[in-house]
T-cell receptor, first 115, second 112 residues
């Protein structure tokens, strides 16, 4: 089945210790997104790639970086995690339609704990 | 004012009830509207999307859009305990950079 896969599902890191979360997709979609979701809050878009074009949200902290080495994979790097970065991190993909609904499909998420 | 407002709940209903979940929005540029279901500690799962005003039905689920009032609804008929989840509305528009604006989600519990 075509899908969005995130690894690991649970990640524990120490304050200030860099961490990388990974996302892969078998949907062959053009766009990949990273969201941060805290408890009882809406998913907050951090950035997205349209193919190789990187689009950063204006309020995404510099502490968050992303890489997309190929169509299938996208990584979220948190350079120096703080306690406030503990959250669920969601990866999503979409075809990148420019006319009509551009439906996003989500992975299961990675829950990050910062000690 | 947030672009998309959604009552967080929690909403608790008995099994078999009709559930109404709602979102209001302020940006008249939004053209398409989606409903996602999110189980606890899982990623959102797309339920339905609509591209125009009116109703769209899929099994027990009906999505309704009223663009003149900037109001969307999701109705669940014959609700089941397995419908217990958080329901997120999301919306976007052509030329919006492939981005969606999400509501905060309504937590629904369907009790036996």
């Amino acid at each position: 089945d075509a899908m969005v896969i995130q690894n690991p599902r649970y990640q524990v890191t120490q304050f200030g210790k860099p961490v990388t979360l990974s996302c892969s997709q078998t949907l062959n979609h053009n766009v990949m997104y990273w969201y941060q979701q805290k408890s009882s809050q809406a998913p907050k878009l951090l950035f997205h790639y349209y193919d190789k074009d990187f689009n950063n949200e204006a309020d995404t902290p510099d502490n968050f970086q992303s890489r997309r080495p190929n169509t299938s994979f996208c990584f979220l790097d948190i350079r120096s995690p703080g306690l406030g970065d503990a959250a669920m991190y969601l990866c999503a993909t979409s075809r990148g339609s420019v006319a009509g609904p551009d439906t996003q499909y989500f992975g299961p998420g990675t829950r990050l704990t910062v000690l | 004012q947030k672009e998309v407002e959604q009552d967080p709940g929690p909403l608790s209903v008995p099994e078999g009830a009709i559930v109404s979940l709602n979102c209001t929005y302020s940006n008249s540029a939004f053209q398409y509207f989606m409903w996602y279901r999110q189980y606890s500690r899982k990623g959102p799962e797309l339920l339905m999307y609509t591209y125009s005003s009116g109703n769209k039905e899929d099994g027990r689920f009906t999505a309704q859009v009223d663009k003149s009032s900037k109001y969307i609804s999701l109705f669940i008929r014959d609700s089941q305990p397995s419908d217990s989840a958080t329901y997120l509305c999301a919306m976007g528009f052509t030329g919006g950079g492939n981005k969606l604006t999400f509501g905060t989600g309504t937590q629904l519990k369907v009790e036996l």
